[in-house]
Nanobody, 121 residues
Framework: QVQLVESGGGLVQPGGSLRLSCGASGSIFRIDDMDWYRQAPGKQRDLVASITRGGSTSYGDSVRGRFTISRDNAKNTVYLQMNSLKPEDTAVYYC???????????????WGQGTQVTVSS
């Protein structure tokens, strides 16, 4: 059994900051890419940021320069530091991780349950 649990969401004023965390637990041999996605009401789920096991990062155009993704491999945790937040950043934020549970086993994507981020005055 593997679980991803997000935390850190909430209500913040425009221009403010939040830091999201997502920890993986359970039977884990290796975690490769870890991603943050978001989904606003009535819209598709979009990729926000990605980080490889070695620390290489990539960002969506709408968040580049404002958001920073990082990870702690020892803690099986990925973070998303969100600065200069805008109302259009309002969404449910999900983490995803590609996890191998046993040596030579399959690399499988797992999702967290999501955390709400609301940017409003």
């Amino acid at each position: 059994q593997v679980q991803l649990v997000e935390s850190g969401g909430g209500l913040v004023q425009p221009g403010g900051s939040l830091r999201l965390s997502c920890g993986a637990s359970g039977s884990i041999f290796r975690i490769d890419d870890m991603d943050w996605y978001r989904q606003a009401p009535g819209k598709q789920r979009d990729l926000v940021a990605s980080i490889t096991r070695g620390g290489s990062t990539s960002y969506g155009d709408s968040v580049r320069g404002r958001f920073t993704i990082s990870r702690d491999n020892a803690k099986n945790t990925v973070y998303l530091q969100m600065n200069s937040l805008k109302p259009e950043d309002t969404a449910v934020y999900y983490c995803k991780a590609r996890i191998t549970r046993i040596r030579y086993g399959p690399n499988t994507p797992y999702w967290g349950q999501g955390t709400q981020v609301t940017v409003s005055s």
